[in-house]
């Protein structure tokens, strides 16, 4: 199983940027992983046990084990050719107007 864990924060600009992208991948690859978002501040258990310095971060979660990590701000793009790889797919391009930089 793939798990995509969106660590967020309701106080940072960029996490609140970065959910509509998160949201958009997880439209495209619904059949391919399952989403969780932790809200930092929520869940800093969590958020101590994933080693999360600052928000947002991406982990891509596959059986468990840690197969990629983007921290910060990232485009759609960026997102998409970091994690499809270790979904078994090629990045796919996306039709110019969904660029979000």
Not at 14 to 27: C, E, G, I, P, T
Request: aromatic share 4%; hydrophobic share 45%.
């Amino acid at each position: 199983m793939t798990i995509l864990v969106f660590f967020w924060s309701r106080t940072c600009g960029h996490s609140r940027r970065m959910d509509s992208l998160v949201d958009h991948f997880m439209r495209i690859h619904r059949d391919d992983v399952k989403l969780a978002k932790v809200e930092i501040s929520e869940r800093p258990d969590l958020a101590g046990r994933f080693r999360i310095q600052s928000a947002p971060t991406l982990v891509l979660l596959e059986n468990l084990v840690e197969v990629e990590r983007l921290e910060g701000r990232h485009t759609l793009p960026a997102i998409k050719a970091a994690l499809e790889p270790h979904l078994d797919l090629e990045p796919s391009a996306l039709p110019g107007d969904l660029v979000v930089a």
